[in-house]
Every structure is written in C-alpha cells, then in structure tokens.
C-alpha cells in the first residue's frame, strides 16, 4: 500500500478515514482510492503495517512482466503410491 500527494481527493474532497475528521484530504491510497489528510494518512499506514502482508501487492504490475523471478525451483517428484517395483 502506498499513500500518493493528490491535488484533489476522492468524491468530497475530505478525508475518508473512520475518525470522521473532516480535514481536507492531500493523500491517496493507490489500493483503495480513498483519500486521507497528512495525520489520518499516517495513521492509515501505521495501523495497515502490521496486517500480516509483508510485500502487499504491487497495483501496476503486467502479468508477463520481465522483473525479477525470485521464485523457487520446482521440488522432484515424489513415488506415486501403489507403484511397481
């Protein structure tokens, strides 16, 4: 989750947060779309810190990008069961 400067928020133009602050909002989550004031906004991504997600997904990211394939090799396969020996 990244928070993006916008010059115009979201529908209202206010903060979207649950507070209910009402504060003008200069901060865009890319994730969500929702618009959030500077102290609502680093509140937002204090609390979404510790959620569980240590790499959230990227939002624009190609499926057949080139980047960087970190995955793991394929393991060998194991004996099927029931097989003649």
Do not use: F, Q, W
Not at 26 to 41: F, I, V
């Amino acid at each position: 989750m990244a928070l993006i400067p916008i010059k115009t928020a979201s529908e209202t133009g206010y903060c979207d947060c649950i507070c209910g602050c009402y504060e003008l909002a200069s901060l865009r989550d890319e994730d969500t779309g929702k618009g959030y004031c500077p102290a609502c906004g680093k509140d937002h991504v204090d609390l979404n810190a510790g959620v569980g997600i240590p790499l959230p997904a990227p939002a624009k990211v190609s499926a057949n990008s080139p980047g960087s394939r970190k995955s793991a090799s394929m393991p060998s396969p194991a004996d099927p069961p029931g097989r003649l020996r």
